[in-house]
């Protein structure tokens, strides 16, 4: 089964707490269902899915119509699998059969309304668009509803990283707790200030570009890096750090060694991370 807080097991015991009272509150979506049945075992990973997917836009109610024959009567379920969705305490809507996702999907939006963009594409398409005010906003609204919201901290971080407020980014993980800090997203925000705040220290790209094409020592090359990092050409970054380990592994106690391995962390393009790792392990092996 599934590990999620949106996926739950039903019994006749928690029938009425866990369909009927939490339907009050948010959609249930019932999954009737026996390990005898194929096309349950085709249905429910899809289920799953979008119940994950979601993050509470329904809870997934998995009944099992073998060991609950009290609540597949209710139901008037005769075949499996069967789908209903309750809200507010009824029947909203309901299906039988294995359906694909795109079907699935499609009555969720039926019942449901259209799925709200997942929030990190809606922050990434207003970072594009330069819109840093927007997506301030639109985060602060998130963590007014969801203080512990570590997706919505994690790109508060990084909106106030690529506006060029690094003083404000700070003073939000100044007051974040261990706890908060340790989670993925936000590890990973951490993360990518932390090469923001070291590549500011650098001072200019265009600079920096003019020092290294007039002396491209270790020192002018790590520099640069470090500032192309900054402004998401991980890739030229990559190549520079790189070049520095050619020339000494160990150079300025092993910073450049460091350093690529902190991008590696923070550069979204995992393909270049994975080309780059292997072009590390080469010369360090």
């Not at 699998?81 to 299906?95: C, R, S, Y």
């Not at 404000?168 to 590890?187: F, H, R, Y």
């Not at 920096?208 to 402004?231: F, G, I, K, N, T």
Request: charged fraction near 20%; glycine fraction near 4%; aromatic fraction near 8%.
């Amino acid at each position: 089964m599934t590990d999620s807080p949106y996926i739950i097991h039903v019994t006749e015991q928690s029938f009425v707490a866990d369909i009927i009272e939490q339907s009050q509150r948010v959609p249930v979506l019932v999954d009737f269902w026996a390990d005898w049945c194929a096309p349950c075992k085709n249905l429910m990973p899809i289920l799953e899915k979008l119940a994950v997917a979601g993050k509470g836009r329904f809870i997934l109610a998995k009944v099992n119509a073998d060991e609950q024959p009290g609540i597949t009567a209710q139901f008037g379920v005769r075949s499996l699998p069967t789908v209903a969705l309750i809200k507010d305490g009824a029947v909203a809507g309901h299906f039988m059969g294995a359906k694909p996702e795109s079907e699935v999907a499609a009555f969720l939006d039926e019942h449901l309304g259209a799925a709200e963009e997942p929030l990190n594409l809606t922050i990434e398409a207003l970072w594009a668009a330069g819109a840093y005010d927007d997506a301030l906003n639109l985060l602060q609204q998130h963590l007014n509803a969801d203080p512990e919201n570590a997706e919505a901290i994690a790109l508060l971080v990084l909106t106030l990283g690529k506006s060029g407020a690094l003083d404000d980014a700070q003073a939000v993980i100044a007051q974040l707790t261990d706890e908060q800090k340790n989670q993925a997203p936000v590890k990973a925000a951490l993360q990518a200030i932390a090469v923001q705040v070291k590549a500011a220290e650098y001072g200019d790209l265009p600079v920096l570009e003019a020092s290294y094409a007039a002396d491209p020592s270790p020192a002018s090359a790590h520099a640069l890096a470090m500032a192309l990092a900054a402004h998401e050409d991980y890739e030229r970054a990559f190549e520079l750090l790189l070049s520095i380990l050619r020339q000494d592994i160990g150079w300025n106690n092993n910073q450049a060694r460091q350093d690529i391995q902190a991008l590696f962390a923070t550069c979204p393009n995992k393909g270049w991370v994975a080309k780059y790792q292997r072009k590390l392990m080469t010369l360090l092996f």
